[in-house]
């Protein structure tokens, strides 16, 4: 059981828009840790997307887009292609617990 | 540019100790945190233990406190994990990465993991 919530999968078309949801609680997200979101290729180790919240690191297209409110954030990526397939993971802090928590992760499936 | 090699990994017994070390270049090794991060097979990400850039200062995951113990080396640009007391379900690919404060710590750059297998 993961502390950070996310949907074990999300899918859309090519060219169309999904969002990915990651939600914490008052003692991660909600106390105003930042979010940072992960992209992993099929095969590929982890990679840094979204630091921050809603900061992208030099190379990632800006397709994609990071929000939070409240104990939530969302991943938002735009004019999806088909290598985006990938999982991705969200990240926090989480202040009861002195820890990085994790999101379980979110299969994005391109139709 | 960053580069992070870790090394170390293999199958080893319920109970036995394994050493794993991750060679970092291309970077200020001693201005960074570090992190440890690992990934059951077919499973998701599971934090393990940070270290401060000096190295007086680490964190735990409560999977792992009071077995596993992160250190690092800033003349050699290495950094560590020893695992004692390893059980089945520390099976995994054990990434280390650099680890960047933005209200709270994230792993900016990965290196390719090394595998650790646990049976008997």
């Known amino acids: 059981q993961s502390v950070l919530t996310q949907p074990p999968s999300v899918s859309g078309a090519p060219g169309q828009r999904v969002t990915i949801s990651c939600t914490g609680s008052n003692s991660n997200i909600g106390a105003g840790f930042d979010v940072h979101w992960y992209q992993q290729l099929p095969g590929t180790v982890p990679k840094l997307l979204i630091y921050?919240?809603?900061n992208r690191p030099s190379g990632v297209p800006d397709r994609f887009s990071g929000s939070k409110s409240g104990t939530s954030t969302s991943l938002a990526i735009t004019g999806l292609q088909a290598e985006d397939e990938a999982d991705y993971y969200c990240?926090?802090?989480?202040?009861?617990?002195?820890?990085?928590?994790f999101g379980g992760g979110t299969k994005l499936t391109v139709l | 540019q960053v580069q992070l090699v870790e090394s170390g990994g293999g199958l080893v017994k319920p109970g036995e100790s394994l050493r794993l070390s991750c060679a970092a270049s291309g970077f200020t090794f001693s201005d960074y945190y570090m992190t440890w991060i690992r990934q059951a097979p077919g499973g998701g990400l599971e934090w393990l233990s940070y270290i401060s850039n000096i190295g007086n200062t680490m964190y735990y995951a409560d999977s792992v406190k009071g077995r596993f113990t992160i250190s690092r080396d800033n003349v050699k640009n290495l950094l560590f994990l020893q695992m004692n007391s390893l059980r089945a379900e520390d099976t995994a690919v054990y990434y280390c990465?650099?680890?960047?404060?933005?209200?709270?710590?994230?792993?900016?750059?990965w290196g390719q993991g090394t595998l650790v297998a646990v049976s008997s």
């Open positions: 990465a650099t680890a960047t404060y933005s209200s709270g710590y994230y792993a900016g750059y």
């Open positions: 921050g919240n809603s």
């Open positions: 990240q926090s802090y989480d202040n009861d617990l002195s820890a990085w928590v």
